[in-house]
């Protein structure tokens, strides 16, 4: 398949031509997904990207990795993270509000409100966390937990395609952290990942989340960052004294 190819979100809108190798590094970069439309001179219709490039399968699970999907460990490993990279960020995308309305201004004010605090902190994380995905492969606590993110052949996802990722994830297993909704979207993912081994925006995106056994040091290590995490989003819960 050497030939010049044309891509289409819907079949009509087309654009191209694009060799083959510069078809697969926008598929590679998240500017092409599985659904998206393929054809090129010869074919008698338009044909999804996933039929005509099927995805390369994951690498088999070796001695280094387990073959579990442990939603839980990647549920907690993502608190953790949202205390210790997304809180900092956070605060840091506030100073140049709180320097040009001022510390006690309304608009900052409105962020002590959980709620707000909560939502806010779902929006600026993802692009942290992208950073992170795209330089390691992991952010600090999922490498205490041994979860690591990579493209299925095994390299480095790139920033776009980890904040695309990111995103799915804010979007459609957080439900942006908006109560009720942030529960109905999390037990939906839950349940997909457990039946399915994938969650549908890794199996979209075409990435592999793996994780290494616990020993006794990174199984011990787990559970301390786990109960900090919760203890600490627990007080910062905690209702104010009158």
């Known amino acids: ?52 490039f099927p995805p390369q399968p994951a690498a088999p699970v070796t ?3 387990s073959g579990e999907t442990h939603p839980w460990r990647r549920y ?7 205390l210790l990279i997304g809180v900092p960020a956070m605060i840091l995308a ?12 309304p608009v900052i004010k409105l962020v002590e409100n959980h709620f707000v605090a909560g939502v806010l902190l779902v929006l600026i ?3 942290v966390e992208a950073f992170f995905l795209a330089s390691w492969g992991f952010t600090p606590c999922r490498a205490v937990m041994g979860i690591y993110v990579r493209n299925r052949d095994g390299s480095k996802l790139s ?3 980890a904040l ?14 908006i109560p009720l909704v942030s529960l109905i979207t999390c037990i939906s993912g839950y349940k997909r990942l457990q039946e399915q081994s994938v969650t549908h925006w890794d199996d979209d995106l075409a990435i592999d989340v793996r994780h290494r056994p616990w020993g006794a040091v990174r199984g011990l290590c787990s ?8 203890a600490t989003i627990g007080f910062i819960n905690m209702p104010k004294a009158p």
């Not at 907690?76 to 949202?82: G, I, L, N, P, V």
């Not at 695309?164 to 952290?177: E, H, I, K, P, T």
């Not at 559970?223 to 919760?230: E, G, K």
């Open 1 to 52: 398949m050497s030939e010049s190819w044309y891509y289409s979100a819907d079949g009509r809108e087309k654009s191209g031509p694009v060799s083959e190798p510069a078809l697969r590094e926008l598929a590679q970069s998240g500017g092409l997904n599985a659904g998206t439309l393929l054809w090129r001179e010869g074919m008698a219709e338009w044909q999804p990207f996933a039929s005509l």
């Open 63 to 65: 001695g280094a990795w």
């Open 76 to 82: 907690c490993a993502r608190q953790a993270d949202s």
């Open 94 to 105: 506030l100073l140049l509000p709180m320097a040009y309305f001022g510390a006690q201004s």
């Open 125 to 127: 994380y993802p692009f």
């Open 159 to 161: 920033y776009k395609r």
């Open 164 to 177: 695309a990722r990111s995103w799915q994830v804010a979007v459609f297993g957080l439900g942006l952290g």
């Open 223 to 230: 559970v301390l960052l786990c109960a900090v995490t919760f």
